[in-house]
C-alpha cells in the first residue's frame, strides 16, 4: 500500500448473524473498480447470489467511499451506500443511494475503504467502529426511536469527533423508501429498511488516522485552488441572484444569495455576507444560504451561519436558530438542512431539488396508492393519458407574503399549529396574467379560464347538486394565488371571501351551453330542477356555494396562477399533524 494515495487500504466485513468481523485489501480486490459505488458494485457481483431479496440475510449493504474521501479535495464527502434495492418491482436490482456530510472521512480516518454489511442479528444492534476496534453493540433500548434520538444517544458514547449513521421507525418497519442519515441532516434514500431488515440500528464511526498523499504536495495545495476558483454557489450557480458591482449578469433564480446588506442575523454577532467577489476564495461560503433561496427573505433573520460536508466551501446546509420551537416542541432551537422543509415559494409545483421534499412526500403517496390500493396502471388506474401531478402535488402555504390569514386558520386550527390538508384535484390549468394590476383585471382573466366545460370545473358535478347539506359545498376547486397577486387584492381590501364571491357570480356558464353537452342531452333530468326552466343565457355557477373555492398562496414572484379542478364531490379534509412529532 506504500505507493498508493487516497486509499486507506482495508475493507471491513461484518456477519451480523455470527458476529464475526475480518478485513480485505482495498487494492488487491478492488483497486480496478472506480470509487466507493464501484466497489459496491463489485461486492454485490462476488457475494451476493442471483435471486436473492432486499430483505434476505445474505443480502449486503456496503457503505463505501473513494480515494478523494477525507483528503483537501473540495467536495468529496459522498459515501455510496449500494444494496439490492427494496423499491424496484417486480424484481429487486442493484442500485446506490448516496450520502454527504462526515460519514465519509471518518470512515476513511479510522482506516476502512469500506463497510461490507451481511446476516441479520437476533436482536437490534448498531455498530461501533473507533480504528481498529470493531464491536457490535446492543441497541434494544434505541429500537423504536428517531433518528434524532439515536443519534445523540450514540454520540455520547463515541464522543464529538465521531459521526453516527442512523435509521428511523421508518426503516425498522420495513419501510421502502426509508432513509439512513448522518449527522442527523445527510441521508440517502431506500436503505434504511434494509438496515432495518438486518436488525441494524447505527453506524457510529471514529478514526484518528489520515490519508496519504503520493503526489507533490504543492502540486496537490495548487491544484486544489484551481478547483476552488472554478466553484460557485449551490448547484454550481455562477451568477449571483441580484446586482453586484463585479458581476457582468445576474439571474434572480440563482442560488447564490450573498450580497451587501443580506445578514446572517441570528449569528452570536450579525455577519454580512457582502458581495462575494468570485476571486475571495475565503468568502465561497456567504454566497450560499438556501433557507433564504427557498423560504423568502424573511430566512435571513434566523440564520446562524452555514454549514455542510467535509472539506465543501458551498455550504449548501443552512444553521438556523427559532426559538419557539423548543418550548412549542420540546426540540432544540437550532437545526439545519439543505432543502428547508416544504416549499412554498418559486416553482412550488415543479421539478427539481428545491422541492426535493415536496416530491419525496407525493412520491410516498403514490407508492401507499399503488401497493395498498392496486393504482397500478390498466388495474386500478384506468386513466386514459396520465398526468405528472399525481406524484408532485404537494406544497406548503406561503403565510409569509400572503395578506390574509393562514388557510388552516379558515378551517378553525390555531395559527401555531402544523396542519396537514387533502383536497382531490383532477388537474392544473396554468392562468398566465403579466399585464393586470387590479383585482378586477386578474378575476377577469381566471373567470374566463376557469370556465371552460371540458376542464373538470363541474361539468359533471355542480348543476345538479341535489343531495347537499347547508354546510357541503360539492366539489371543492383550488385556486392557488402568487404573492404579487394576493397582495394586490389586499391593498384593495378584497378578501378570500369576496374573491369567492366574485367567482360565484361571474364564473358561470349559460345553461344553452351545459345542456348542448352529450352528458346532459343523456341525462335531461340531472339538471338541478331550479335551473331546468331557466333561459338558455341563464349562467349556471360551476359550484354550488361560494366557498367551494379553496383559496391559497403559494409561488414565486410574477402573476402567474393556476387553478386545479375538482375531482369529484369530495371536500377537502385538514388534520392538526402536531400530534403526530
Not at 425498522?172 to 440500528?201: C, D, T, Y
Not at 441570528?266 to 475571495?280: K, Q, S, V, W
Not at 333561459?535 to 361560494?546: A, E, K, L, M, N
Request: charged fraction near 20%; glycine fraction near 12%; proline fraction near 6%.
Amino acid at each position: 500500500m506504500a505507493k498508493y494515495g487516497g486509499w486507506a487500504g482495508k475493507v471491513l466485513h461484518v456477519d451480523l448473524s455470527t458476529g464475526r468481523t475480518w478485513t480485505d485489501d482495498t487494492v488487491e480486490k478492488y483497486k480496478e473498480y472506480l470509487g466507493g459505488t464501484g466497489i459496491g458494485y463489485k461486492v454485490i457481483w462476488d457475494e451476493v447470489p442471483a435471486g436473492t431479496k432486499p430483505y434476505d440475510p445474505v443480502n449486503r449493504i456496503i457503505f463505501a467511499v473513494g480515494p478523494l474521501a477525507g483528503t483537501g479535495a473540495p467536495c468529496n464527502g459522498r459515501t455510496a451506500i449500494t444494496t439490492l434495492w427494496p423499491t424496484c418491482w417486480p424484481q429487486p436490482l442493484v442500485a446506490t443511494g448516496h450520502m454527504g456530510g462526515q460519514f465519509a472521512a471518518k470512515l476513511k480516518y479510522a482506516g476502512y475503504d469500506a463497510v461490507v454489511i451481511e446476516g441479520r442479528a437476533d436482536r437490534p444492534v448498531w455498530l461501533s467502529i473507533v480504528d481498529q476496534q470493531v464491536e457490535i453493540q446492543d441497541a434494544r433500548r434505541l429500537w423504536g426511536q428517531g433518528i434524532r434520538r439515536t443519534t445523540e444517544a450514540i454520540a455520547q458514547i463515541m464522543g464529538t469527533d465521531g459521526v453516527v449513521a442512523a435509521i428511523g421507525q421508518a426503516g425498522e418497519n420495513l419501510v421502502p423508501m426509508s432513509v439512513v442519515m448522518n449527522s442527523v441532516s445527510h441521508s440517502a434514500g431506500g436503505i434504511g429498511s434494509v438496515m432495518g431488515s438486518k436488525n441494524l440500528k447505527a453506524i457510529g464511526v471514529r478514526g484518528t488516522g489520515s490519508v496519504r498523499i503520493a503526489g507533490n504536495k504543492d502540486e496537490w495545495e495548487k491544484l486544489i485552488k484551481y478547483h476552488l476558483s472554478l466553484l460557485g454557489a449551490n448547484n454550481q450557480h455562477v451568477v449571483p441572484s441580484s446586482p453586484q458591482p463585479w458581476a457582468e449578469f445576474y439571474e434572480p433564480r440563482s442560488r447564490w444569495v450573498g450580497s451587501k446588506g443580506r445578514t446572517w442575523g441570528a449569528a452570536l454577532r450579525p455577519i454580512e455576507t457582502g458581495t462575494c467577489e468570485p476571486h475571495n476564495l475565503n468568502r465561497i461560503a456567504y454566497r450560499t444560504n438556501n433557507a433564504a433561496f427557498f423560504n423568502g427573505d424573511i430566512a435571513w433573520q434566523y440564520t446562524v451561519r452555514g454549514n455542510g460536508c467535509t472539506s465543501c466551501p458551498i455550504r449548501c446546509h443552512t444553521m438556523i436558530k427559532v426559538p419557539s420551537v423548543s418550548a412549542k416542541y420540546g426540540i432544540p432551537e437550532v437545526g439545519q438542512n439543505t432543502c428547508a422543509g416544504l416549499n412554498f415559494g418559486r416553482a412550488c409545483l415543479g421539478p427539481g431539488s428545491q422541492n426535493r421534499a415536496n416530491l419525496a412526500i407525493g412520491r410516498a403517496i403514490r407508492l401507499i396508492l399503488m401497493n395498498i390500493g392496486g393504482a397500478y396502471a390498466g388495474i386500478a388506474d384506468m386513466d386514459t393519458i396520465g398526468a405528472a401531478h399525481k406524484i408532485s402535488m404537494v406544497v406548503a402555504e406561503n403565510e409569509q407574503e400572503s395578506p390574509w390569514s393562514p388557510y388552516h386558520v379558515d378551517k378553525g386550527f390555531k395559527r401555531e399549529e402544523s396542519t396537514v390538508t387533502v383536497l382531490s384535484v383532477v388537474g392544473q390549468t396554468e392562468i398566465a396574467d403579466l399585464a393586470s394590476n387590479t383585482p378586477e383585471g386578474f378575476l377577469y382573466t381566471i373567470t374566463h379560464t376557469i370556465t371552460g366545460i371540458g376542464n373538470g370545473s363541474g361539468m359533471f358535478y355542480s348543476p345538479y347538486d341535489l343531495n347537499l347539506t347547508p354546510t357541503e359545498y360539492g366539489h371543492e376547486p383550488v385556486l392557488l394565488l402568487p404573492p404579487s397577486a394576493a397582495q394586490t387584492f389586499g391593498k384593495k381590501g378584497w378578501t378570500k371571501d369576496t374573491i369567492r364571491e366574485y367567482l360565484y357570480q361571474h364564473a358561470r356558464v349559460p345553461k344553452g351551453v351545459w345542456a348542448g353537452h352529450s352528458w346532459f342531452k343523456n341525462h335531461p333530468n340531472m339538471l338541478a330542477p331550479k335551473w331546468r326552466e331557466a333561459p338558455s343565457d341563464t349562467g349556471i355557477p360551476i359550484v354550488f356555494h361560494p366557498k367551494a373555492f379553496q383559496v391559497i398562496v403559494v409561488g414565486g414572484p410574477a402573476n402567474k396562477m393556476s387553478y386545479c379542478a375538482p375531482g369529484g364531490r369530495n371536500a377537502a379534509v385538514t388534520r392538526s399533524a402536531d400530534k403526530w412529532r
